[in-house]
C-alpha cells in the first residue's frame, strides 16, 4: 500500500500507530521506521504518526521478518 493514494472516506480508517503495534505485533518504534522510510503507507498528523490496519496487514502478508537476520 506504500505509495498508494487514500480514496475519498479514508481518514476513519486511520489508526495509531499503538493499535498497529496490538494488531500486528511490531513494536510502534518499529512501525514508525516503517512509515517514516515510505515502507508501509502513514501519515504524521501533529506529533502523531497514523496508519491504516489494511496497511500493516500487507506488510504482514508480505512475509518480511523484522530483526538481525541469521549468518550464513
Known amino acids: 500500500m ?3 493514494e487514500r480514496s475519498e472516506g479514508s481518514a476513519e480508517r ?3 500507530l499503538a493499535e498497529a ?3 500486528s505485533g511490531f513494536s510502534p518504534s518499529h512501525l514508525r521506521y516503517l512509515v517514516s522510510h ?3 503507507w502513514g ?3 501533529g506529533r502523531n504518526w497514523l496508519t491504516t ?3 500493516v496487514l500487507e ?3 508480505r512475509g518480511v ?3 538481525p537476520k541469521p549468518r550464513q
Do not use: N, V
Open 21 to 23: 503495534a496490538e494488531i
Open 2 to 4: 506504500a505509495g498508494k
Open 38 to 40: 515510505k515502507i508501509i
Open 14 to 16: 486511520l489508526i495509531s
Open 59 to 61: 506488510y504482514k502478508r
Open 43 to 45: 501519515c504524521k498528523i
Open 53 to 55: 490496519k489494511e496497511a
Open 65 to 67: 521478518r523484522p530483526g
